[in-house]
């Protein structure tokens, strides 16, 4: 089967570093994403990993180990702008690999 | 700016109507599109595969006679919820992958009344 478990919610600190695990199980795999949603909005484009190890673009990073099912996404200097649903998703359904399968998001709460 | 397009971005539309959603990628062509759809506060449900030139590849549980996907060109695949009910009320969002990754249209919210 497919499932893909992320936390529910999180609470953080602006200024703080805030990690936000993955797990997933899925019958094919074509690379992990991590999305930000705003409430109401379309979800944008955070990172991309295919490879183990960590990808890091300015105050955020992500890593992947492929042997375990893990990634997480880590978020430095928290601004309150970072309060959002972070959704992560596999991509790689069994006959499809550009098909993404989500997470349930983790709706994180930055507080100054 | 925006890499994939969804038009229209908001529509009430009475029960028992049919609404139609479009969505266009920008700048490239895309053989595959998704369509995904999200109640609030939860995440997003991958409603069908759109496949240009062939019919769409529907999730289980996903009415296909409810939801009709045209995928009509390489970069123009439109949804259209039939007989809308207050219950098809919801975020309806499409995706499209470039050579890079997968990009999300702005969503359309629709709302049966």
């Known amino acids: 089967g497919q499932n893909i478990d992320q936390p529910t919610e999180m609470t953080a600190t602006e200024g703080a570093i805030v990690q936000i695990n993955c797990t997933y199980q899925?019958?094919?795999?074509?690379?992990l994403f991590w999305y930000q949603q705003h409430a109401g909005e379309a979800p944008t484009f955070l990172s991309y990993n295919v490879l183990d190890g960590l990808e890091e673009k300015g105050r955020f990073s992500s890593f992947l180990s492929r042997s375990k099912g893990y990634s997480y996404l880590l978020l430095k200097e928290l601004q309150m702008k970072d309060s959002a649903s972070y959704l992560c998703a596999v991509s790689g359904g069994s006959y499809n690999t550009d098909k993404l399968i989500f997470g349930t998001g983790t709706r994180l709460q930055v507080f100054p | 700016g925006a890499v994939v397009s969804q038009h229209p971005s908001r529509v009430i539309c009475k029960s028992g109507t049919s609404v139609k959603i479009e969505c266009r990628s920008l700048?490239?062509?895309?053989?595959?599109m998704f369509w995904y759809r999200q109640f609030p506060k939860q995440s997003l449900m991958l409603m069908a595969t759109?496949?240009?030139?062939?019919?769409?590849?529907?999730e289980q549980g996903v009415e296909k006679d409810k939801f009709l996907i045209n995928h009509a060109s390489l970069t123009l695949s439109t949804l259209t919820v039939t007989s809308a009910h207050p219950e098809d009320s919801s975020f309806y969002i499409c995706?499209?992958?470039?050579?890079?990754?997968?990009?999300f249209g702005e969503g359309s919210w629709l709302t049966v009344v």
């Open positions: 995706s499209a992958r470039d050579r890079v990754t997968i990009y």
């Open positions: 700048d490239f062509q895309a053989t595959t």
């Open positions: 759109s496949n240009e030139g062939s019919k769409a590849t529907y």
């Open positions: 899925t019958s094919g795999f074509n690379g």
